[in-house]
């Protein structure tokens, strides 16, 4: 008897473990519907395209690849032009269409106006101005500029290069500007050399004059004392050869100008 309950109790645990395991395959069968329900559903709704959009991209192509430009169609062919870009054809501009400060001024007008406009400089001997065959020479002492062996411009310098920038812009000329020393050496914290003190104050009335005049053709230089105006054997040479000096000269016909350049318009 203990035989048979042992076996009946036997076959009675086995038959219930494997209906268990029949039905484990319903989960998995479950995951996968869902999982592909979701990718149907992105599927879906990537598929939509924005109606408006699109019919916006579309009339905006239209209007730009059509002859006639107003969207209702072209013939297919493009207008014909001179050959050139719009913004590099010499009749797309003239004198005529430009404001008087953007008018080419000669090197004799801009000598003048720099003349009139520093005249209480070069009387005070703060500036010197030459004009020959070459271009113009102007000289701005370093008491006007600059605190002794320093080259932060000083507040009273600001209103003299604002000067020479308001006879400047709109000027396509060639601009150099270089800074000069003594002959004095100089061996400080922040300025090693006459080289290094030449080259700051430079560049920081050029920089000045960029943030109001273009600088396409703005250069600098530092001289150190090698290019002396007077002898360096008293003071009073000395401080003539303590400048920043601005060299104004017309363009070589060889350099490219930007005076007609116009980016190309943005679609």
């Keep these: 008897m203990h035989n048979g309950r042992y076996r009946r109790r036997k076959k009675s645990n086995g038959g219930g473990g ?30 939509q395209v924005d109606a408006a959009k699109f019919k916006d991209f579309s009339q905006a192509f239209n ?11 072209g013939d297919g062919i493009l207008p014909a032009g001179s050959g050139l870009l719009p913004a590099l054809n010499p009749q797309v501009r003239n004198d005529g269409d430009q404001s008087p400060e953007e008018r080419e001024k000669s090197l004799d007008q801009i000598a003048a106006e720099l003349r009139d406009s520093l005249a209480d400089q070069i009387q005070a001997s703060f500036a010197v101005l030459e004009h020959n065959k070459d271009g113009i020479v102007l000289r701005l002492n370093e008491k006007l500029l600059f ?36 002959s004095d050496s100089i061996r400080t914290f922040q300025y090693e050399s006459n080289w290094q ?5 430079a560049t ?28 360096n054997l008293d003071e009073f040479g000395k401080a003539q050869n303590r400048r920043v000096e601005f060299k104004i000269r017309d363009l070589p016909p060889n350099v490219p100008s930007t005076e007609l350049y116009d980016p190309p318009p943005a679609f």
């Excluded at 494997?18 to 990537?46: K, N, Q």
């Excluded at 003190?197 to 104050?201: E, N, Q």
């Design 147 to 182: 605190e002794s062996g320093k080259a932060e411009l000083k507040t009273k310098a600001l209103q003299s290069l604002e000067a020479v920038a308001g006879v400047l812009r709109g000027v396509g000329k060639q601009v150099e500007i270089s800074g000069h020393t003594d």
């Design 63 to 73: 209007r730009y690849f059509t002859a006639s430009g107003d969207g209702a169609g």
């Design 197 to 201: 003190l030449s080259i700051a104050r």
């Design 18 to 47: 494997h209906s268990e395991s029949a039905d484990r395959y319903l989960i998995t069968y479950a995951d996968l519907i869902t999982l592909l329900l979701g990718l149907f559903v992105i599927l879906y709704a990537t598929s």
């Design 204 to 231: 920081n009335v050029a920089y000045y004059l960029s943030q109001r005049i273009p600088d396409d053709h703005l250069t600098i230089l530092g001289c150190a004392d090698k290019d002396p105006v007077a002898s």
